[in-house]
């Protein structure tokens, strides 16, 4: 990395570089299988299987809209790691995308009283170093 991050960082590997070169453009990539058209997150099935069909065929790397509701969450009000004390309380949902695949991440503009699930949320991105730039999710307004 150029910029040094005190956080822990996520490792980008082979098979995710291309996720994470999105993310750089602000654009949330998806895997889609070429044999039946499911959707999956490139972060959490690094195995080149498709779960919807089976097929091994490699997947085409596609454009999310970004768009989906919230899944579940929780709020942090205990730190794991001393680099995330200053943010705390902070929000961490699972978001399921409208193509399907769901997402961990943090939710951003809203407080915990507020936060429902099914909630309408959309991408956002937050960059942390050149190499990194996370995606993060709001309400949508």
């Avoid at 709020?75 to 705390?88: C, W």
């Avoid at 695949?101 to 407080?111: D, G, K, Q, T, V």
């Avoid at 050149?130 to 309400?139: A, M, N, R, S, V």
């Amino acid at each position: 990395m150029t910029n040094e991050f005190p956080k822990p960082a996520p490792d980008i590997t082979p098979d995710t570089k291309l996720f994470w070169e999105g993310t750089k453009n602000n654009e949330l990539m998806l895997n889609k299988c070429v044999d039946c058209g499911f959707h999956r997150n490139p972060l959490t099935i690094a195995a080149n299987i498709c779960p919807g069909c089976g097929s091994r065929n490699h997947a085409e790397w596609v454009k999310a809209s970004g768009k989906g509701k919230v899944h579940t969450f929780t709020t942090v009000h205990r730190t794991f790691h001393p680099a995330f004390e200053k943010e705390l309380p902070y929000i961490i949902v699972i978001v399921e995308l409208e193509e399907g695949p769901r997402f961990l991440a943090n939710m951003r503009e809203i407080s915990s009283e507020e936060i429902t699930r099914d909630m309408p949320v959309e991408v956002i991105f937050e960059k942390l170093t050149d190499d990194i730039t996370l995606p993060q999710f709001k309400p949508v307004k």
